[in-house]
């Protein structure tokens, strides 16, 4: 994937931003295994007036619907590291709320980081965030992960204990499988979980994946549509099924508890690192 942020791409365009960049395209080769050297200063003076304005606007309208339709384990994240809606977020200020909880960090990259060094940086508690914002003008198309949907869809949820064992135990895994079959079987999973989960609380689905928190059109085809079909969480079923990127889910995978996500995760990692889990012959 290629960048094409029409705005502030100059947050990302530096001698420090370029070299990060190479690192993380060679990430796992010889002399490219410290994940940290992916990581850039957010550089916060770069934002323009627009990008905060973009941001409170993106904030605004899909932060009331949330409030009745979020996970409650979202919502009390959002609130734990004071995600607002006046300012784009410091990723300095929410890691000094963050941190002492789970041990994540949220670190600014300087644009798509490749799957090993991605998977490395789960494995550390360390979130590859993309510091630039869509350009206001196509606010409602979003081709690509930009602050908004790394921050504001992906980061609360890093606060809640269970979750955040969750995703370093999917990083440790993903990072040590070099085998392709279960290679494409983990994208599924953090795409059916961590992009497009559903959780059932109190009787009631509610949103909990980036891809949904941070999209006001896709959330509520999520949960109202008559065309998704919502399937009871089932690791085995989910790394079955495939995905499609380039329109709303046709199908979701509804929770019970991030208890549930985090046994399923370890129980996979295990018999995967132990070896335990073979390729099939025929995949
Ligand atoms: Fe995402």
Redesign the pocket.
Known sequence: MEKSYSLNAAMIDDGEAKAAQHYADHFGEPGFKDHKKMIIEQRYEGYTEENQETWQILFRRQMEYLTEHASNVWLAGAKAINLREDKIPDLNEINSRLAPRTGWQSRAVPGYIPAQGFFACLAHRDFPTTIVIRPKESIDYLPE?DIF??IF??VPLHADPIFADFLQTYGQAALQTDDKYHTERLARLFWFT??FGLIREEGRIKVYG??LISSPGESRHALTSDEVERRPFDLNTVCDTAFEIDHYQPILYVLESFEQLRDAMNSYAERLLNGTVSTPTHA
Do not use: K, L
């Open positions: 992960p949907h790394d869809g992906h961590v992009e980036s891809g």
